[in-house]
């Protein structure tokens, strides 16, 4: 028995439009959420390097609460439980949005932070000796400098959220698993789809991968 040809490989072509749906979706996902992460991870992970304590307290709870708790509690959490809290329902996608987008900017704050105090406190110290205020120093020299050292570790969260987006399926997101769920269910084609999808998969996290490369040498290089 040959395993591989007992399978009806070429009959995935005909669900390759239904993957590609899928695959967008992940994609939009990924980067919608990333954005919103991104934003929130500026502000918390900045807030954890306040001089006021409240600030520092809102960050931690927001941080430790979003990385301590499973993707898929959050995501059914915010899908289920939120709309009771709020008076509305969301739809799945716009939860999704949501959901990778809070579940990423708690990691992100941690990477802001870490990427803000790893530049050298003299350029504080060198942008106020020349007059400029405290946040006109952070936004001019600062941040500049720490936004060049985020690169890589954002662009690794961005593969995680790829991957992340599977797990979205449970809100009836049309992701690329989720595409795959239903065509399995219905074509008893388990290994040609599921494998297919893994394919797709990992294409997509190793061309991010090699971008990642190529950006942190020309970083390297430029530094």
Known sequence: MNIITDFRWAGVIEFLPQLWIGLL????VSVVGLVIGFALGAVFGLFRLSRFRVLRWIATIYIEALRGTPLMVQALWIFFALPLLIGFNLSSLTAAFIVIGVNSGAYIAEIVRGAVQSVDNGQMEAGRSLGMSHHKTMLKVIWPQAF??????LGNQFIISIKDTSLLSVILVP????????????????VEIYTT?????????????????????RLEAHS
């Open 25 to 28: 979706y992940t994609l939009l």
């Open 175 to 190: 992701e690329l698993l989720f595409q795959a769920r239903s065509i399995a269910s219905n074509h008893f084609n388990t």
């Open 148 to 153: 060049k050292r985020m690169i890589p570790p």
């Open 197 to 217: 999808v893994a394919v797709f998969y990992l294409a997509v996290t190793l061309s991010l991968s090699i971008v990642l490369r190529v950006t942190e040498k």
